[in-house]
């Protein structure tokens, strides 16, 4: 007998046209091979919303998560989206993020007829590249005529960018008491200042996984602003099922032959 087949991911990031850049990290293409072993793929939070689809289904909602999800793809199985930067869906999708928190929602639930001309689009073509220009297209017309992201949440997200250890000047920074910067941050992002705090922290490490090795977790786990080595463990294990090492292997086991330097940008530094 000879070695089982193993599962197999091909994942595509492509950059967004210049018009949506302060709108939507990429669009993105996952194809699972026929001759793949069905494949399980996780998701961490990252603090984004996004448009998928799959051929057969209709268009739907991911929103910002807070846990991690799992789901058990089919050799043959190719999925497309649109991920929207932390913080930039809302005023595109016509909701707060924080009403799509944890959640899968069918577009058409929030998109009502345009989400079914989309589909009807969609279900004609074959091409995963024009597949995910239809759905670039799509957000490109609604975000037409709709008001600019939300600017204290943005400077939220962006702070949190360039120093995920720090949270306690971003009253100073946007002129507003802390209350009053949740508020706008939930309803921009999905959650709070200090929740998006620990899941941009944690992708500043996911950023680095693939070049840094395990014996620098502690390391990191200081550089990062985690107050120990076990901090980083149990919020590792949090937010995305796994401890730090099993987690690292996954990533550089099924992304070794990923380009995902667009998305990396959202969070690294």
């Not at 991911?62 to 989206?81: A, F, S």
Request: with cysteine; net charge positive; aromatic share 4%.
């Amino acid at each position: 007998m000879g070695d089982a087949t193993l599962p197999t991911s091909n994942f595509q990031e492509l950059p967004p046209p210049a018009a949506l850049g302060g709108l939507v990290t990429c669009a993105w293409i996952q194809h699972i091979p026929a001759e793949s072993a069905p494949y399980l793929h996780r998701s961490t939070p990252d603090g984004s919303v996004e448009i998928t689809y799959r051929r057969g289904l209709v268009p739907y909602l991911v929103g910002p998560r807070t846990r991690p999800t799992q789901e058990m793809l089919e050799p043959g199985t190719t999925t497309i989206g649109v991920r929207f930067r932390p913080g930039a869906s809302a005023e595109v999708l016509g909701m707060p993020a924080s009403e799509l928190t944890d959640q899968s929602v069918n577009l058409v639930e929030v998109w009502p007829g345009r989400a079914d001309r989309l589909a009807e689009q969609l279900a004609i073509v074959d091409s995963p590249k024009i597949l995910a220009s239809l759905l670039t297209r799509a957000v490109h017309r609604a975000s037409i005529g709709v008001s600019s992201p939300d600017p204290v949440a943005r400077l939220v997200v962006e702070s949190l960018r360039q120093n995920p250890r720090r949270l306690g000047d971003l009253r100073h920074l946007v002129g507003l008491s802390d209350r009053q910067v949740r508020r706008h941050c939930v309803a921009a992002v999905g959650y709070g200042p200090k929740t998006l705090q620990r899941i941009a922290r944690f992708q500043h490490l996911l950023a680095v996984a693939h070049t840094d090795s395990d014996d620098r977790l502690a390391e990191l786990a200081t550089t990062l602003g985690y107050s120990d080595q076990a901090h980083l463990t149990e919020e590792c294990q949090r937010l995305t099922g796994l401890p730090p090492a099993a987690l690292l292997a996954e990533v550089r086991r099924s992304c070794a032959d990923h380009d995902h330097r667009v998305s990396l940008r959202t969070w690294r530094r």
